[in-house]
């Protein structure tokens, strides 16, 4: 009920949008639960497919369940011939994320009947074919950056697998499948799938109470999730290492320049609004980034950087009086940037692991019939009512 009184919350720091039964976060004691299970036994155990039909349909599947799910996004993969060549009227100097949420976007134009939002065959047949073609989409958006050709799935391979050939099948050796990448990439995708009421979901809520579809609803996720305070900052935190590496001046004298806010710069990968203790994400990222790279016997100088960073940042009084500490984004670069990606994939990467989220949290809304179209109150704060001016 509407009270008369509206409170200012910018930032939504204190006001939930919605209930929700998908994802469970205690900021203080870095926890984060899907479905109330511990993302380190999800990490642990299970699979990118077998998560997303955990946040999207609340249980574990069985193991029929979850074989008929893999074989019904298999048979999806495929985009349109004419998608295809939507790839080919955009620059090469496109950015891979823009790419990504134009192509989700073009996706309602080939299955109109997705605009049945009510319709549960539509949205469970919409439900698979994102799952099944974001991957390829992504594919596409790197190779189309290269200027290489665009590669058809093969859908004898696993989701990941598959997905790594896309991007890599006509490149060097060294970029080929590999199993301790892919497991890795598997892990890295599973840690990303959902994170209730971030920025990108909350816009996918936002866009689905109109009643848009779901791709719609999730071409504009993928806009929220490109900026360098959500998603983005995988890629800004290469950027930043980068940057440091080939300043010579050393970590302390970057520390130094974040805490004076110099040109507002800030420590990419680190802080969040809701972890304030430590981010159980980025724990389980370290790991990969230390596995990952000892499989490949790769020495990156840019990861040494990142570690001595974040010693640096965790000792130091403005980190610690802020509660900044690294997030999911401080390490997955690294990772990547080994795996053969390069730092403008490395948020669409982010995407493809958010996207069972987003469905999961896009169906809640749709089936609460509680749902209203969400439309936030403003304080306003212009001129007073005044007369046209006699001119
Ligand atoms: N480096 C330096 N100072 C920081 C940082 C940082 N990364 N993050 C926050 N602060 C300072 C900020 O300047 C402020 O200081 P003061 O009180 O002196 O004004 C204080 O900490 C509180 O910051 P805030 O901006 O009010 O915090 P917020 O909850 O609104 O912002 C955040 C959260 C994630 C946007 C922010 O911590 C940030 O910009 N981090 C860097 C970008 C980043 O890594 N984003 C990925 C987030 S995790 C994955 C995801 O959600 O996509």
Redesign the pocket.
């Known amino acids: 009920k509407q009270t008369g009184y509206t409170a200012l919350d910018q ?1 939504f ?1 204190n006001t939930a949008s919605t209930r929700s039964e998908i994802t469970y976060i205690d900021g203080d004691r870095g926890i984060l639960r899907y479905r109330g299970y511990a993302i380190e036994d999800v990490a642990a155990n299970s699979t990118y497919l077998e998560v997303a039909w955990l946040l999207i349909y609340g249980e574990l599947p069985s193991k029929s369940q979850l074989e008929e799910f893999d074989e019904k996004i298999r048979r999806h993969t495929l985009l349109h011939e004419d998608l295809r060549r939507f790839f080919d009227a955009l620059p090469h100097s496109a950015h891979p994320m823009s790419v990504l949420s134009s192509a989700v976007s073009a996706l309602s134009t080939y299955y109109e009947d997705s605009h049945d939002v009510r319709d549960p065959e539509q949205v469970e047949i919409s439900t698979i074919r994102l799952l099944a073609k974001l991957p390829v989409i992504a594919a596409y958006a790197h190779k189309k950056s290269l200027g290489q050709a665009l590669l058809y799935p093969d859908n004898s391979m696993s989701f990941v697998d598959n997905f790594l050939k896309l991007n890599f099948g006509n490149m060097a050796e060294e970029y080929q499948v590999n199993p301790v990448l892919s497991k890795a990439l598997d892990r890295l995708l599973i840690l990303h799938e959902d ?1 209730e009421q ?3 979901t909350s816009t996918v809520r936002l866009v689905g109470s109109t009643e848009a579809n779901i791709f719609a609803s999730i071409s504009a996720g993928i806009n929220a ?1 490109y900026g ?7 890629e ?2 290469l950027k930043m290492l980068g940057e440091i590496q080939e300043s010579g001046d050393g970590v302390q004298k970057f520390v130094d320049r ?2 004076r ?1 110099e040109d507002g ?11 304030k203790s430590f ?1 159980p ?1 980025a724990r389980l990222v370290k790991e990969s980034a230390d596995e990952v790279l000892a499989d490949l016997g790769i020495s990156d100088p840019l990861l040494d950087i990142a570690r001595e960073l974040e010693e640096v ?1 965790l000792a130091d009084d ?2 610690i ?4 500490y690294p ?4 390490y997955t670069g690294v990772i990547y940037k080994a795996m053969g990606f390069p730092p403008r994939m490395f948020t669409v990467l ?1 995407a493809i692991g958010r996207l069972p989220g987003w469905i999961a949290n896009w169906r809640e809304m749709n089936e609460d019939p509680k749902t209203k179209i969400g439309r936030p109150q403003q304080l306003y704060t212009g001129p007073a009512a005044r007369d046209w001016p006699q001119r």
């Open positions: 930032g720091v994170h971030n920025a990108s999730l360098p305070l959500h998603g983005g900052a995988n800004a935190v974040v805490k806010k710069v800030r420590l990419m990968g680190f802080g969040h609004r809701v972890y981010d994400r940042a403005y980190f009086e802020r509660k900044l997030n999911v984004d401080f982010f």
